[in-house]
Nanobody
Framework: QVQLVESGGGFVQAGGSLNLSCAAP????????MAWYRQEGISQEREFVA?????????KYSDSAKGRFTISEGNRLNVVSMRMDNLKPDDTALYVC????????????WGRGVQVTVFS
């Protein structure tokens, strides 16, 4: 199982910004896309936030993320970052990174997540 490691969560005042990062080992081959999901509580479902196709750089965003969040590839293979601007208290959640391999229709690997807390 590929280990994804997230970093960059924290506490921020509403209107502020955070940068999240997610990395799979550089030796991992076959990742075709990486994405961020978020989960507000343990019993709640994960909500899609943003994704990026690693070969083309194509991106997708949830409606709540559009215009405020930017997902991008990092400075080495198998790293993605997400810049979150104009954060709102509703963005408070555990942000979890995922990766897909080949033509998989669903995430194949997950990280443990980083907590983002936005206070007003």
């Amino acid at each position: 199982q590929v280990q994804l490691v997230e970093s960059g969560g924290g506490f921020v005042q509403a209107g502020g910004s955070l940068n999240l990062s997610c990395a799979a080992p550089a030796t991992t081959r076959g990742i075709t896309s990486m994405a961020w999901y978020r989960q507000e509580g343990i019993s709640q479902e994960r909500e899609f936030v943003a994704s990026i196709v690693t070969r083309t750089g194509g991106t997708k965003y949830s409606d709540s993320a559009k215009g405020r969040f930017t997902i991008s590839e990092g400075n080495r293979l198998n790293v993605v970052s997400m810049r979150m601007d104009n954060l709102k208290p509703d963005d408070t959640a555990l942000y979890v990174c995922s990766a897909r391999f080949g033509r998989s229709s669903a995430p194949d690997a997950w990280g443990r997540g980083v907590q983002v807390t936005v206070f007003s």
